[in-house]
């Protein structure tokens, strides 16, 4: 299907002219609180895949809520023999709310907030990652079908309930039903613009190793009046390791970290220096001023092409309100690993549990339990498809996309790769100020309405 | 008074025909939650305070509840003008009970246990510390009053709610109260027996410490894909600053912290290995093997008469189940110091804020948050009353007591000997594996028992 640019118009008029009704969709699949995180929510995560389903199958999607080991995914079909037909990922769970009274609003209950500028704003965990940009790339889908009757390509859908708590079932899915799923490129909408005005489309992503590290002293809480200073004390052991992480430098201290690092080539980081990318800024939006990771590396490159290692949870002791002189019997950390381009997920964890178990003092002993692993990928910076949507997408904003990589993680990507062989145009609309993971995560009306937009020119152009 | 020793056998052949009576008013104590360190505890608080004091009124006590800025405190007073005047202090609020799953039982229902020795032990939060303590105390006064109508002595009580919670506003009202609650001894039952059959008086107390640390570093929680490596981790802050509390020989880092210890006398610290004290076994008993403390001492001094620091409690980022890859916007440490003679409070709080705000990275906040501040106590080896005191004590258990330091700290101990200017004889009849402060905290059967019987003889002697 090849489209006029009068075609085009009419397609986007008809995205504005119904823009509420995709407003109340979006809200709807908002209002399921699919945390993936807790299991407590796995019936509302499952909700939240039955919606979407009965939302294709409405659009004439062959679609299914289809089990897995943990949350189900969705998959949906409307091939097309032989022209091009694409394969759309993207993830249904979202993040756990806590710390709850952070949030102004309740965040399974949209709240559109109009700012000074007169900005509309909408407010809910998941309004960004990735309810918010699935929804987008479903309107774009139910435009083509409501004016034209059909899609311009074959769209196979496969969608997660997972994503949040690291794809643990999506390699597995994917490849038990590869057959199925083959296609001839993915698109992925779980990423963000450029900054408000500038799209943006990701080339690389980081890898993921996540551990969850207990570390057992004694066999029972201790009194540390009785046993102060004699009994070893698990929370100091899991300081002591966490300290030992990083070098004074704010390298990762785990012995061959970097052995396997791709160095940035010199004259692309040079060409990051000369991007409108103010570190100021970039920091100064979340009230820091100073990076924390490696000397000599912009923030740039630190948070795109660096590998880093952060503490994500830390807990052992008492930690409610007034104080308890108690020694627990253990303490816990959540700790991963950035990958870049060619660490190895499983040679990193290997090192690190050899670097915790090479600093256990006397008495201690670790439990692991890993999160999920993923390398990292890297997509070429041309080829047809990715020319085509960098077109349409300047078509929408008036701005050349960037092409950059991203600091995040999207295991699911990795796995398309591996199993599938399909490389991934990754477009999203979220905004650096959308505090995905966070107490009032939002999307911003616009981005919503222009992603709409933005994914029927990609469509249009791809056809 | 003086008493006949067949007056003593009556005493204790009604302190026996009536246990079961006793048992029934203690469990009535400890079925109440009196958890201080949660403020949504503070009605039950006040309601424990209320049974005790309801309980002294009935003995013929004029006693009251009284307020304070916290929990309430009970104040009893049956003096006798001419006579000895003794104060006797003890707590009615206990610990909180967290982790729940690892009580065999609900830590507010007493539950009576027979082991394969049959012996019988009495499951309980408070069970020990202090409820089961205190009330070997009041049962004894009632003896004399069921049985001679009078006590052999002038007695006032004041029971507190706060211990637990370092005793915030005890100091306050004894100050404000010193006039009434003169005497010429304190009696403190809230310590251990040295083994199960042979009892002790503590002669010395660790000071006290606490202090709450949060480091802030972003505005808000942020996703470690976007942020990760660039933007500073308070996780890994906290984690790098309790590392720094320890020295590689397991010494206290913080400078000055050893400046005006008060180093055990040789001679006493060669007595102490004479002691049948078996580190093995004290460590043993809590699944451990090797002592974690300062290099070159032993257990025994490590745990009486040295001072520490402990990492009570650390929280930051995600501590749920399954992972979120968040870079938290705040995270927080619990830490407490044991102090002996002659560390000041004060001086020790300085100099660890000073050691934390000298570490502090770039972009990140500290706030402290105090929770009580008390010195070590130490009271004379001999005298009076505590010769009186080891007399009774040898005729009930037919072996002399162990005269010791004691690990813990009873702030309330320093406070009524700084503004009432009393020592304290401390007895108490708690076990080693009475697990205080931990999940399945017990008192046995004839800990309680032969508590109130060594109380009966102790007042006799002293009366």
């Known amino acids: 299907m090849s489209l006029s640019s009068d075609e085009i118009e009419q397609l986007l008029t008809h995205v504005d002219a119904n823009l509420d009704k995709s407003l109340e969709r979006w809200f709807e699949l908002l209002r399921i609180p699919s945390i993936s995180t807790d299991t407590a929510y796995a019936p509302q ?21 289809r089990d897995t080991k943990g949350n189900p995914m969705v998959v949906a079909h409307a091939r097309q023999e032989g022209g091009t037909n694409a394969l759309f990922y993207g993830h249904y769970d979202v993040q756990p709310v806590d710390p709850l009274e952070l949030w102004h609003s309740d965040p399974f209950e949209p709240a559109m907030v109009e700012d000074e500028k007169g900005e509309k704003h909408v407010y809910a965990r998941g309004a960004a990652d ?80 996540a551990e969850d590290m207990t570390i057992t002293c004694a066999t029972r809480d201790l009194h540390s009046g009785m046993y102060g200073s004699a009994a070893r004390n698990p929370n100091q052991v899991v300081a002591d390791i966490i300290a030992s992480l990083r070098n004074p430098d704010g390298s990762v201290a785990v012995e061959g970290f970097y052995d396997d690092v791709r160095e940035t080539p010199p004259e692309i980081v040079e060409m990051w220096k000369h991007l409108d990318f103010d570190e100021k800024e970039f920091l100064g939006m979340v009230g820091l001023t100073t990076p924390a990771g490696e000397k000599g590396r912009t923030v740039f490159e630190q948070v795109n092409a660096r590998p880093t290692c952060e503490i994500n949870g830390i807990s052992g002791g008492y930690a409610g309100e007034g104080f308890k002189t108690v020694i627990p019997a253990k303490a816990n950390a959540k700790i991963s690993f950035r990958l870049v381009a060619d660490q190895d ?119």
């Open 45 to 65: 995560c499952r909700e939240a895949a039955e919606w979407l389903s009965d939302q294709l199958s409405a659009l004439g999607f062959d679609a299914a809520v």
């Open 130 to 209: 990735d309810k918010g940009l699935v929804m987008t790339f479903v309107e774009a889908c139910r435009t083509f079908l409501s004016v034209k009757g059909k899609l311009p390509l074959g769209l196979s859908f496969i969608i997660e309930g997972e994503e949040e708590s690291a794809s643990r079932n999506f390699l597995p899915f994917v490849s038990a039903n590869a057959d199925e799923l083959k296609a001839d490129l993915a698109l992925v909408c779980d990423t963000g613009m450029w900054d408000d005005q500038t799209p943006a489309i990701v080339t690389s992503l980081r890898g993921l190793v």
């Open 345 to 463: 997920p499983q040679k990193v964890r290997d090192a690190f549990r050899k670097h915790v178990r090479d600093r256990l003092p006397p008495d201690c002993r670790v439990e692991f339990e890993e999160h999920g692993a993923a390398a990292a990928v890297a997509v070429p910076f041309s080829g047809p498809y990715i020319d085509k949507a960098k077109q349409a997408l300047k078509q929408e904003w008036g701005t050349e996309p960037v092409l950059h990589g991203g600091g995040g993680s999207i295991p699911a990507v990795e796995s398309i790769k591996k199993v599938l062989g399909l490389d991934a145009l990754m477009i999203g609309f979220g905004r650096k100020d959308d505090a995905v993971h966070s107490p009032n995560e939002k999307l911003d009306l616009e981005a919503f309405h222009k992603g709409i937009r933005s994914w029927v020119r990609i469509l249009a152009a791809l056809g």
